[in-house]
């Protein structure tokens, strides 16, 4: 503490850092480490794992496809309205993950507090008639609906299969946030290479062992994610699996947006809410650097504190093993300055038409689970796991649950419905059919239940999932 006091106190009095931007000392030169220069001057340190496998072609096929067909508008009084049309298949698949969804839902979302209503949520049946004293603020209110300002329409399809080891056309990316490096992924990294599977993971400029310019321009959000561009336009394969941690979700959240044919699903572990990236004007990050430098032991206490669930001495060892907050602080404050993206607001995410799974430390205190609740509700396809025993470094605290999820996730595909059978058109075997459905029905041990099929009120017919389907 008292060195760190001294060195800032003599970068004061130079006006010089003395806190030299470097990358860290690494002896990693074995197999799988690679160094990218993505700009001249500007190089990435790049961990590409290829293990030994037996390839095996995925069969043709093999998968579900989903429709993805969705309708976001954006009034002028602030509110966002998503409504999805996606069809039973969509319906099934959003069923077996977030809940009971219908699949023709409205979901309304307040981006701001609007003069003179109440901020509650309409969902279409669910509207009550307005009282004689609220008829005029319930007319302007349809007033403001009649204008939207933005309307954006989704309607594709997507194949979503199987991601497993042996498939040559699948690659995991795994991105680092703020302070960390390609190394707090060693455990993801062992044990999916293990299983056969390709393996990406930078360093971002400045982090690590990758270049760290002395400029705060080449710390901000676009000038990272066109590193994070160029870094996947390298290794892509066909089927890309994104997984980000922190300020990384957005690189990656960046990059489904771009290249939506070839990501194939995302992570995002405590990514936080679908909001715009704006720097904060009253921040402990906006003091000089040689203050920083200062306070850089106050803070890496503080990042123990509210990264990890528990700070006892496993956890300081991960710390210093992985790299973890351990950047200089000229780079930290350059890169908590340039996190302007205005571009990733809700709409943006909304747009979004890849699985994403979500995996949120219930300990963490620096993203609140009601951002990542908020997340879940935006994504078209988003499904929230939350592990209690983690907090914000939730893959370093928890490796062995956070490998299962993913592991789950990727080797996750929608049921494919099985082909409609085709009526014989011969009247004795129609009579024979509807003689055995008579029989079965007498016997109550061969009754199915009723609720397997039900035809709604229009005339369709809708599957309903068994008492004993997962949850």
């Known amino acids: 503490m008292l060195t760190s006091f001294m060195e800032g106190l003599l970068c004061c009095l130079t006006s010089k850092s003395s806190n030299v931007v470097v990358p860290v000392e690494t002896s ?10 993505v700009k001249p001057g500007r190089v990435l340190r790049v961990r590409h794992i290829i293990p030994d ?7 043709t096929g093999q998968g579900g496809s989903i429709s993805c067909k969705r309708k976001i508008t954006v009034y002028r009084n602030g509110q966002l309205f998503i409504e999805n049309l996606g069809d039973q298949a969509s319906a099934e698949l959003k069923n077996c993950q977030n809940g009971e969804t219908d699949p ?7 981006l701001t507090d609007c003069a003179g209503t109440d901020g509650s949520a309409e969902t279409g049946a669910g509207r009550e008639a307005p009282a004689a004293g609220q008829t005029g603020q319930s007319q302007q209110l349809r007033k403001r609906r009649r204008k939207p300002k933005r309307t954006v329409v ?3 399809e997507r194949k979503i299969s199987a991601c497993k080891g042996t498939h040559a056309d699948v690659a995991l990316f795994f991105i680092h946030g703020v302070g960390g490096s390609l190394d707090i992924w060693g455990s993801q990294l062992d044990y999916f290479s293990k299983l056969g599977y390709e393996v990406i993971t930078p360093d971002l400029a400045g982090h690590g062992a990758s270049s760290a310019p002395q400029i705060a321009a080449a710390y901000t959000f676009y000038a990272l994610a066109e590193d994070m561009r160029l870094i996947f336009k390298r290794y892509a394969r066909k089927r890309n699996i994104l997984i980000g941690h922190s300020y990384g979700v957005s690189f990656c959240t960046f990059l489904a947006h771009e290249y939506p044919e070839q990501v194939h699903k995302m992570v995002m572990i405590n990514g936080g809410g679908p909001t715009a990236l704006e720097p904060s004007l009253c921040s402990i990050f906006n003091l000089p650097t040689c203050v920083l430098h200062c306070l850089s032991p106050l803070l890496a206490w503080s990042f123990l504190k509210a990264g990890f669930a ?14 973890a907050f351990n950047v200089s602080s000229f780079v930290l404050r350059a890169m908590m300055s340039g996190q302007y993206w205005p571009e990733g607001d809700e709409v943006y995410h909304a747009e979004l038409t890849v699985p994403i799974l979500l995996v949120h430390g219930m300990h963490d205190k620096f993203v609140p689970i009601e951002e990542d609740q908020r997340m879940a509700e935006i994504l078209l396809m988003g499904f929230l796991k ?12 928890c490796p062995e649950a956070v490998n299962t999820l993913l592991h789950e996730f990727i080797l996750w595909q929608p049921a494919t419905p099985p082909p409609p059978k085709k009526e014989s058109k011969t009247r004795p075997e129609t009579a024979k059919v509807q003689s055995d459905n008579t029989k079965a029905t007498s016997d109550p041990s061969q009754v199915r239940p009723a609720t397997a099929r039900q035809t709604s009120s229009n005339g369709n017919t809708e599957e309903k999932p068994d008492s004993k389907a997962k949850k």
């Not at 956890?315 to 992985?322: I, W």
Request: proline share 2%; hydrophobic share 35%; net charge negative.
């Open 310 to 323: 528990r700070q006892g001495a496993k956890e300081k060892q991960l710390l210093k093993d992985n790299n």
């Open 154 to 156: 989704i309607d594709c």
């Open 104 to 110: 023709n839902s409205i979901v309304e979302v307040e």
């Open 28 to 37: 990693e030169l074995a197999d799988g480490y690679e160094f990218v220069e």
């Open 386 to 397: 939350v592990l209690e025993d983690g907090s914000h470094m939730v893959m370093m605290e």
């Open 53 to 59: 496998r037996q390839v095996v072609e995925e069969p």
